[in-house]
């Protein structure tokens, strides 16, 4: 009978084509992001107070990802990690998307702004990532203030080519100088031809954003120059998890740090899959 319904459910599977494919799964993985922040939220606060009778205990039926060392379920713990680095790395993606479209936006006024926009994303891109991170976040007091600018300060710079190159090729239609001949000021161009084209890219640029920004975010606060110790974010987890991995207790840091994978993960499956669909060598498939 199992074997019937597998089949079945392949036979389903095989019926749509590369667009409801490409479709259903964004559905399913944006909705387990949005059921990890929904729980986030929701989950009761109580349920992470210390229980010192129940500390260090081993995944189980109870515990799904074991206790910690004041007895804390590490589940619980995870949930709102998780969602709190998805809800820190949602505000700094739309700032640099939003940063990233109007450089990208400047650009297109003449050469001197082009050359300016030009070096600044290259010194932006001279400097590692992490280390920008850390000096901005230093530089403005730490915490989730700091970390979050950190963020959004390093991660505009490649969407500002990708907007910037599209931007160059745009201009070159036909139906840019028609306007230009029309007497069309520069702004009415930019916001009336230019960036209803760009829209695909920016999204998909915003989408793909997300993992490094999580990811940094986590790296940096697990390095102790991010989130307060006394926000239950995945870094500040992995970092005290340290301690113990000689004492055995595995589960503090392999947990957290299979979820935070797999949410990385799960967005970069998100914009391949909308890759799909704005291009349109597949996007009818």
């Known amino acids: 009978m199992s074997?019937?319904?597998?089949?079945?459910?392949?036979?389903?599977?095989?019926?749509?084509?590369?667009?409801?494919?490409?479709?259903?799964?964004i559905g399913l993985t944006s909705l387990l992001?949005?059921?990890?922040?929904?729980?986030?939220v929701t989950m009761d606060e109580d349920s992470l107070k210390t229980d010192f009778g129940s500390k260090n205990l081993n995944p189980s039926a109870e515990h799904p990802f074991g206790t910690d060392w004041m007895g804390?379920?590490?589940?619980?713990?995870?949930?709102?990690?998780?969602?709190?680095?998805?809800?820190v790395g949602a505000f700094a993606s739309t700032i640099s998307t939003v940063l990233a479209v109007v450089l990208g936006?400047?650009?297109?006024?003449?050469?001197?702004?082009d050359s300016f926009v030009s070096w600044l994303v290259d010194l932006f891109l001279s400097i590692p990532h992490l280390l920008l991170i850390i000096l901005i976040s230093i530089?403005?007091?730490?915490?989730?203030?700091?970390?979050?600018?950190?963020?959004?300060?390093?991660?505009?710079?490649?969407?500002?080519?990708?907007?910037?190159?599209?931007?160059?090729?745009?201009?070159?239609?036909?139906?840019i100088h028609?306007?230009?001949?029309?007497?069309?000021?520069?702004?009415?161009?930019?916001?009336?031809?230019?960036?209803?084209?760009?829209?695909?890219?920016?999204?998909?640029?915003t989408i793909l954003m997300f993992p490094h920004a999580i990811l940094h975010e986590a790296s940096v606060t697990f390095l102790g120059f991010g989130l307060s110790p006394h926000e239950p974010a995945i870094g500040i987890i992995l970092s005290e998890s340290m301690k113990y991995l000689s004492a055995g207790y595995w589960w503090l840091a392999f947990f957290p740090?299979?979820?935070?994978?797999?949410?990385?993960?799960?967005?970069?499956?998100i914009g391949d899959n909308l890759g799909k669909i704005i291009d349109?060598?597949?996007a009818h498939e």
């Open 139 to 175: 530089g403005l007091g730490g915490g989730a203030y700091g970390v979050i600018m950190g963020v959004t300060l390093t991660h505009w710079t490649s969407l500002t080519r990708v907007v910037r190159a599209e931007i160059k090729q745009l201009k070159t239609q036909e139906y």
């Open 72 to 87: 804390r379920d590490m589940f619980i713990r995870t949930v709102k990690g998780l969602g709190l680095s998805i809800l």
């Open 105 to 113: 936006l400047l650009s297109s006024a003449g050469k001197a702004v």
């Open 33 to 40: 992001l949005l059921t990890i922040v929904v729980s986030s």
């Open 178 to 205: 028609i306007s230009k001949n029309l007497g069309k000021s520069k702004w009415w161009i930019a916001t009336k031809h230019i960036l209803p084209h760009l829209i695909p890219q920016i999204l998909l640029g």
């Open 3 to 25: 074997t019937a319904v597998v089949t079945a459910n392949k036979g389903v599977f095989r019926g749509l084509n590369l667009r409801q494919k490409t479709l259903l799964i």
């Open 257 to 269: 740090g299979l979820s935070l994978l797999i949410v990385v993960l799960a967005f970069d499956m």
């Open 280 to 282: 349109p060598k597949t």
